[in-house]
């Protein structure tokens, strides 16, 4: 079993900035990929980015192209989501997540992911 732990989410003024951090702990297993989603009231779990643990591979959602940068810390098992110029729209519970193997689904598919974690809350104030 894998345990993941979020955390920077808070509040923040449309322009500025958060850094999200999530660790991984428990079973120690070679990672596929550790992605990002986000889940805001009433609308279904999205995408946000995604990073191939061995060879650092990126991916991001349309939304937040050059505006987050997802990174990883192997040694640590820590996965990093930075934010800048946020959006109110960007407001959501984000959530960090582990697909232990590829599935041939895309590492945007909710179904490629094994782990999740509970979740932190960012809200951006317009």
């Known amino acids: 079993q894998v345990q993941l732990v979020e955390s920077g989410g808070g509040l923040v003024q449309a322009g500025g900035s958060l850094r999200l951090s999530c660790a991984a702990s428990?079973?120690?297993?070679?990672?596929?990929?550790m992605g990002w989603f986000r889940q805001a009231p009433g609308k279904e779990r999205e995408f946000v980015a995604a990073i191939r643990w061995s060879s650092g591979t990126t991916n991001y959602a349309d939304s937040v192209k050059g505006r987050f940068t997802i990174s990883r810390d192997n040694a640590k098992n820590t996965v990093y989501l930075q934010m800048n110029s946020l959006k109110p729209e960007d407001t959501a519970v984000y959530y960090c997540?582990?697909?232990?193997?590829?599935?041939?689904?895309?590492?945007?598919?909710?179904?490629?992911?094994?782990?999740w974690g509970q979740g932190t809350q960012v809200t951006v104030s317009s």
């Open positions: 997540a582990v697909g232990r193997l590829p599935t041939g689904l895309g590492v945007s598919s909710l179904a490629n992911y094994d782990y």
């Open positions: 428990g079973r120690t297993v070679s990672y596929y990929v």
